[in-house]
């Protein structure tokens, strides 16, 4: 049987240079549509059941982190359910994928893939749930639903978004957690959250990345955590529908998530930098991260960004932006696309289950918190 290799699906990337044998497979990763970013990749092998498949990227030397692939494993899937890891090397500028399949269909991702579709059956089922609501804040380019889900009677507002980077597919996973605790009746830290705050979440911000198999941008090329407060709705709609509904309810903390290429830790950034930086918010950031180290061990503080300078934070960041526009607690969460390595898993790295397991987890420094905001 011969080998028949595509991306031709939601979220699929991938450019087959050569595939005559399966011993020298020849790829290379697409760019982003309009802009000149590419790490993620996402594709189907049918037709090499029991074959041993070298599969080389041979652009990957110009992706936009390189150090994203040193000590990395490829995710693969037969069922699009359950994505285990794959020997992969980054050898002489390019990655190499080896792995021989069981079936005689595979698929090959940069992370476990979420689909707008995937999106589309987690809107649904949140509006199952008693006091969830759900706004259209606005339409992506290519027209697009850009979904919020509310729920809560509570006087504070909280805004939790994710996936302004469409490729790190970790941050809705995150939300699949967060929400499905959240919209629990019977947790009783989910129930005191929802009396005292009114939670306002897009768990996909970038929906034209998403489906366009993007890394980093939206479908006009913009970096959408580079567009906060100079968004127009010509380059970044989504971050421009975001603030005037921001400006309406006011964030009193904002959740920013995330994925980062080259650190293997889970890790928060927060607005240190920002012009008028507060006590309050750094006691609240120190509560908050404290409480989640505590509630989940996959989460730590000790290896993350550097601070930036005091008074230096780029504004157009999305916690940046928020702290400094509206005196919260802001906040960027970032989780690996390798594996969390002070608890590895050689199996399956950093997943989706265990993304799901810290979103819940989330909650907890939330309630720490409330009552300081």
């Known amino acids: 049987m011969s080998l028949d290799i595509t991306s031709a699906f939601d979220g699929g990337n991938i450019i087959v240079n050569k595939a005559a044998k399966p011993s020298n497979i020849r790829l290379s990763i697409r760019p982003d549509n309009a802009s000149d970013f590419y790490q993620w990749f996402y594709y189907r092998v049918s037709g090499g059941k029991g074959q041993d498949l070298r599969m080389v990227i041979q652009n990957a030397k110009d992706a936009a982190f390189t150090g994203g692939w040193e000590n990395y494993l490829t995710c693969a899937s037969y069922d699009r359910d359950t994505w285990f890891r794959v020997e992969t090397a980054y050898e002489n500028d390019e990655l190499i994928i080896s792995h021989t399949p069981e079936y005689d269909s595979v698929y090959y991702a940069y992370f476990a893939p979420y689909s707008m579709e995937r999106h589309a059956d987690l809107i649904a089922s949140c509006l199952q749930e008693p006091g969830v609501s759900h706004r259209v804040l606005g339409q992506t380019i290519q027209g697009q639903d850009l979904d919020c889900l509310s729920v809560g009677d509570g006087a504070k507002n909280i805004w939790v978004i994710a996936r302004q980077h469409p490729g790190e597919t970790m941050a809705e996973w995150w939300m699949e957690g967060f929400l499905s605790r959240l919209l629990d009746e019977d947790d009783p830290v989910a129930r005191v959250l929802r009396q005292k705050a009114r939670f306002h979440i897009v768990p996909n911000m970038n929906p034209d990345g998403s489906k366009n198999g993007n890394l980093r941008t939206n479908e006009a090329g913009a970096n959408l955590n580079r567009e906060w407060g100079v968004a127009t709705l010509q380059s970044s709609p989504e971050v421009y529908h975001t603030i005037k509904a921001m400006d309406a309810d006011k964030p009193d903390l904002c959740f920013d998530v995330h994925g980062d290429e080259a650190l293997p830790y889970n890790f928060i950034a927060g607005a240190e930098g920002i012009p008028g930086y507060t006590n309050k918010q750094a006691q609240n950031l120190s509560a908050f991260l404290a409480a989640y180290k505590t509630a989940s061990p996959d989460f730590q503080t000790e290896k993350g960004y550097d601070l930036t300078a005091p008074g230096k934070a780029n504004l157009t960041m999305c916690t940046n932006y928020t702290a400094h526009a509206y005196d ?34 989330a909650l907890d420094p939330m309630l720490a918190v409330i009552d300081k905001l």
Request: include cysteine; proline fraction near 9%.
């Open 328 to 361: 919260c607690l802001a906040m960027t969460l970032e989780m690996p696309f390798k594996d969390n390595a002070n608890l590895p898993d050689s199996d399956y790295g950093w997943s989706p289950e265990r993304a799901a397991k810290l979103g819940a987890a």
